[in-house]
């Protein structure tokens, strides 16, 4: 008999196939279960998404295939991860396919059913050979081996979360002991539910490590080793295949991951943690342009986890959301925790600001900062200095002809680079050695302008040359940015220098900045942070608030260390605005006074989290092609979908722009625009996106559009 299937494959993006394809098969299969089908010459994977048992008018045999087989031993995706995959392609405008495949790791394309078999019987023999050994919870050992005894504030957080349903929103100060709440969230929920999992979300690669030796530590011992699975880019395809079929099958009680394990299938989930929950790593820059944080929440709902984001500087959209009710107004939607303290009453690191208006022109390093670090060198303590701009040099100058060090192929400057003398753009990759004399004149006195961690790195070498450690050995000074973590295993290297102490001062962009559970540290500085108070996009305050109040979270974390060491723990901040509100919320520490102004700021000019965005992005050989195009669907989006049924009311509420050039708008020889949609309304966007879907691909279709390159659609921006 034959049974019609309506199968998701990965099909390309703009086809205009946005649902599943029609196939046959001789077994009914249950939706959810991932077969092999032909597609155009080639074979490949796919999600059976419904079943059918009657064919509809239209599907025959002639107009069909024949599945090529199923994969037999994977179980079938649940429903609630098809509606999560619904959800997302719906949301973001993309084809259901190509999210559901990107969704699966890469791997599991790649096997055919005879390959993908015998790593099941592997892994099945292993399974069984390590659950021989004893691995039941022992009666009378604890949830928690290490038996910390909880904060109050701590244990206030996790009775809240306990007595309610969320989502949850804890607002913890750096060292407040957030990791703990979720370790013990988690370990009562493992220990009531012999089949529940809980998901754990950190917005970095680098961050998973240090993570994970957590989560194992007080997790395997209790429910073996497999109990605990990672899930991040940086692991290799045999890697990830086998944590997610670990994470599908239900043995892996724990999945620790970066945004993308938002996909993770998990039968059993029950909690979804999202550490760092304001970080912009979440949102995906490519492909669909999911917010792996936004998906959690809505996750929660579809399987009946709990949700629980944490942060010290919760995005102003989180924040909004967890507003507590007045007498005027409900609150919002999710319920706010607050752990105001630091664990063992350490306390916060004062903040410094020094005004560089009362400064020698050029200062790089203000004396009374240098002072400060000299002082903890001699003692022992460490500093951490941050810029956020690596290389040696943004441009390279020539005063005599004013030429720049511009790339040929962006509309940007190629960054100097004095380790390997190179001139590189940060925006195509387009490398060349520095030229000996000016291209432009010939003039051989070309300078570097500006300055990155690398110049940064070596200027503060010589103004601390001579400077000694308490055991009279010299002063050592590290840097950490993309640049010298490229090879695998620098960065953990690094790290670790710094963990033992054998660094001094440590140089870095923003990377050294977030997470880190550095002991040792008593200074940070933050060298020029002034460009985001002034910046064109809107979002640049918060980032920066957020990072500055991160990196004061990286310093005095250990109380005791502190507290047996002459000098308090201090963040310095060099700005020529040192009376800036922002400034001010930082120096006491006080990020709801922050984020009140700046949410007033937004409701006043109809800003999000009080509007709802999207960006259309058009890359064409020249600009003018690219904004003629958006500028043509944004025309066409009124007299194309005002006929249709209850647009009219859509249309009022949503907002077109014009299209204009992007910040970089030449990138590799590729010209880019944009046009801002803006709505008071999340229903209307979404419905107004979703209907010209279509309006866009006839545009481009059309003759005069043939020099567009690609376009998309990226909803909820973060950076405009
Ligand atoms: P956060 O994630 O909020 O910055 P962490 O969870 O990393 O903070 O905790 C900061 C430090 O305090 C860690 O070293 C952690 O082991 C320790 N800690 C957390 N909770 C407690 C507690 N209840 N008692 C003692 N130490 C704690
Ligand atoms: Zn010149
Ligand atoms: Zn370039």
């Not at 205009?16 to 092999?36: I, K």
């Not at 005879?114 to 023999?125: D, E, F, G, P, S």
């Not at 063992?344 to 400060?372: C, E, I, W, Y």
């Not at 970089?664 to 046009?675: C, D, G, I």
């Amino acid at each position: 008999m034959t049974h019609w299937l309506q199968v998701a494959v990965q099909t390309p993006a703009h086809s205009g196939v946005a649902g599943p394809l029609t196939y046959r098969s001789e077994l009914p299969l249950a939706a959810g279960t991932l077969v092999r089908v032909p597609l155009g010459t080639r074979e490949v994977l796919g999600i059976v998404w419904e079943g059918a048992d009657q064919a509809s008018p239209g599907w025959t045999e002639a107009t069909t295939r024949m599945i090529s087989g199923s994969l037999e031993g994977v179980a079938p995706l649940s429903a609630a991860w098809r509606r999560l995959v619904e959800f997302s392609a719906g949301y973001y405008q993309r084809a259901l396919g190509e999210v559901a495949l990107a969704a699966l790791p890469p791997q599991l394309r790649d096997l055919n059913a005879v390959q993908l078999a015998r790593r099941l019987k592997t892994r099945a023999r292993k399974a069984e050979a390590s659950s021989a050994a004893p691995q039941a919870p022992s009666p009378g050992s604890e949830i928690t081996p290490e038996s910390i005894a909880l904060t109050d504030q701590q244990t206030l957080a996790l009775s809240q979360f306990h007595s309610q349903t969320g989502p949850f929103l804890l607002f913890g100060a750096t060292g407040s002991g957030k990791t703990e709440v979720y370790l013990h969230a988690v370990a009562e929920l493992l220990a009531r539910d012999a089949a529940a999992q809980a998901l754990v979300m950190v917005p970095e690669i680098n961050l998973t490590p240090q993570l994970e030796a957590r989560f194992r530590a007080r997790f395997c011992a209790l429910y073996g080793e497999d109990a605990v699975v990672s899930l991040h880019s940086g692991m290799t395809n045999p890697q990830r295949l086998k944590s997610w079929l670990a994470a599908h099958s239900g043995i892996a009680r724990i999945v620790l991951g970066t945004r993308m394990a938002v996909f993770a299938s998990m039968p059993g989930l029950k909690l979804i943690v999202v550490d760092e929950e304001h970080d912009p790593s979440y949102k995906q820059q490519e492909g669909a342009r999911y917010s792996a944080r936004d998906l959690a929440v809505y996750r929660g709902r579809l399987d009946g986890a709990k949700v629980l984001l944490g942060s010290a500087t919760p995005s102003l959209e989180s924040w909004h959301h967890s507003r507590p009710a007045t007498a005027d107004e409900p609150g919002g939607r999710y319920v706010r925790l607050a752990m105001p303290g630091r664990v063992g009453d350490g306390g916060f690191p004062k903040v410094r600001r020094v005004d560089m208006n009362h400064q020698p022109m050029k200062t790089v390093f203000s004396p009374p900062l240098l002072d400060a670090i000299r002082q903890r060198i001699a003692r022992g303590e460490q500093s951490m200095v941050f810029l956020n701009r690596r290389g040696y040099a943004p441009v390279l100058h020539c005063a005599d002809c004013g030429w720049k060090s511009e790339c040929p192929h962006c509309s940007a400057f190629r960054v100097f680079h004095k380790i390997d003398r190179t001139l590189r753009c940060h925006h195509c990759g387009f490398t060349e050695r520095v030229p000996r004399a000016c291209p432009a004149c010939g003039n051989i006195d070309i300078a570097p302008l500006g300055r990155g961690t690398e110049r940064l790195e070596e200027h503060l070498a010589e103004l601390l040359a001579g400077e000694t450690r308490p055991d009279g050995t010299p002063v050592r000074i590290v840097r950490i940015d993309a640049d010298t973590t490229k090879l695998k295993g620098a960065l953990e290297a690094q790290l670790a220098q710094v963990h033992s102490g054998e660094v001094d001062v440590l140089v870095g962009t923003q990377m050294i900045a977030k997470g880190h559970d550095f002991r040792r540290i008593t200074l940070v500085a933050a060298i020029n942070p002034d460009g985001a108070l002034f910046s064109s996009d809107f979002r640049a305050p918060e980032r920066l608030f957020s990072l500055l109040m991160q990196s004061a979270g990286r310093a005095g974390r250990d109380a005791g260390f502190v507290a047996a060491q002459q000098s308090a723990s201090e963040m310095w901040i060099q700005t020529f605005h040192p009376k800036h509100p922002l400034f001010e919320a930082l120096k006491q520490h006080d990020y709801p006074a922050f984020a009140g102004r700046e949410l007033r700021e937004r409701e006043v000019a109809g800003m999000p989290p009080f509007s709802f965005q999207a960006l259309v992005r058009a890359e064409a050989r020249t600009q003018e092609v690219a904004q003629t195009f958006l500028n043509a669907a944004s025309a066409a989006a009124h007299t194309e979908l005002a006929s249709q049924p209850d647009m009219d009311a859509v249309l009022q509420r949503v907002t077109l722009y014009g299209a204009v050039p992007m910040s970089v708008q030449r990138v590799a020889n590729v010209e880019r625009a944009q046009m801002l949609i803006e709505s008071d309304s999340r229903v209307a966007l979404q419905r107004f996106l979703a209907a010209w879907q279509d309006v866009l691909r006839q545009t481009r279709a059309a003759p005069e559009h043939k020099g567009l390159i690609r376009w998309a659609v990226d909803v909820d921006p973060l950076a405009i």
